[in-house]
């Protein structure tokens, strides 16, 4: 697979994760919601660092992708990209996920679901955008 094909195929499983997500949150599982705009995110962070030409890396982690990737973080973007990667593991492990579960109310996951939302198009954009 080349470079190129390999960005487009991250690209179209991010788009799919969002739809999950969605999903997941129109029936109300919105821990799981959150956990699938997390990979989302994941997946559009990693089609931006393949765009510039540079390694794949295979991390979980918002923060660390965004600096690779040179995403324009200031303090909010630190602690927003920080609490979304969190879902990643309070999501996925039974320590975390009966306190995450019912910290996943609607209206938290709705605010999170548009933070989410704001960072894909931003990553969106920076993708398309390269010279």
Known sequence: MSQTDYIKALMEQSVRDREVANDLFASK????????????????????????????????DLIK???VAQFPLDDLSLSELGRISDFN???????????????ATEPFAKKWSDISSKYYHLLNQLIHDKP
């Open 29 to 60: 599982k919105y821990m799981y919601c959150l956990f699938f705009h997390h990979l989302a995110l994941e997946k559009m962070f990693k089609a931006a660092i393949l765009n510039q030409g540079k390694q794949m890396m295979y991390v979980h």
């Open 89 to 103: 593991i309070e999501a996925r492990y039974d320590d975390f996920k009966s306190e995450f579960y019912h910290q």
């Open 65 to 67: 992708l965004a600096t």
